[in-house]
């Protein structure tokens, strides 16, 4: 390994530390979101269908950093409350990814058979549990492929985090090149990081879904 990178690896890996903890908070809080989402939005909640509509386009039309300086700046503004960097991350990016991952849980769910839910109202259950116990798993196992996608760009989201000052692996790689000036060097130890972590999440994925997949 190049000495730069052994010289400054602590602070590059506590900069990686950080961006894999922000990607597990925001993968954990962004699929309940997305999922809450879906559920509405499949079940067609009267006005709550319309609020998550305009939500999802909302996101998927603004890009990401837009969506981090609205909840660094504008929000706080907006309430009259403070916040950290770190913690309008965690809500930038879970608004953000929310929002694709409500899209790809609701394709989910529209894939599950009508009649699937009809025999779980048959035995007994209400909508909410037929929903709960039969729908909702059948349709996460069949999107584990895409969701993991989604995990796989969120974790590359992470980098920028460093726009607005959160202590993260690429900034913080950026803060060692300012003062070594090696950015061949220090940025494809950055690139390969990032493949190799993103290799990971793909492989977890397909894992997952060879073993947990239903036709």
């Known amino acids: 390994m190049p000495e730069v990178i052994l010289k400054n690896l602590p602070f590059m ?27 509405i939005l499949y079940s067609r909640v009267p006005v709550l269908s319309a609020v998550a509509r305009v939500y ?9 950093l837009v969506v981090l300086f609205i909840a660094f700046f504008g929000l706080p503004a907006l309430f009259g409350y403070q916040t950290t960097a770190y913690k309008a991350t965690i809500v930038a990016f ?10 790809d849980i609701r394709s989910g769910l529209m894939t599950v058979k009508p009649t699937l839910n009809q025999a779980a109202l048959a035995t007994g259950l209400t909508q ?37 000052g959160v202590a993260e692996f690429t900034g913080n790689a950026m803060l060692v090149n300012a003062r070594e000036f090696q950015p061949v060097t220090i940025l494809a130890f950055v ?18 879904y060879a073993r947990l997949a239903v036709s």
Do not use: D, H
Request: net charge positive; glycine share 8%; with cysteine.
């Open 13 to 39: 890996l506590q900069g990686l530390a950080t961006s894999l903890q922000i990607s597990a908070m925001v993968a954990l809080g962004g699929t309940l979101l997305g999922l809450v989402v879906a559920v």
């Open 56 to 64: 999802i386009e909302f996101i998927r039309g603004t890009p990401l």
């Open 94 to 103: 879970i608004l953000f990814i929310g929002a694709y991952l409500a899209e």
């Open 128 to 164: 909410g549990q037929a929903l709960r116990f039969v729908v909702v798993p059948l349709a996460v196992r069949r999107i584990i492929p895409t969701l993991f996608n989604q995990y796989v760009r969120l974790f590359k989201f992470t980098s920028v985090a460093s726009v607005i």
């Open 191 to 208: 690139a390969l990081t990032y493949l190799v972590i993103c290799l990971i999440l793909s492989g977890i994925g397909r894992w997952l």
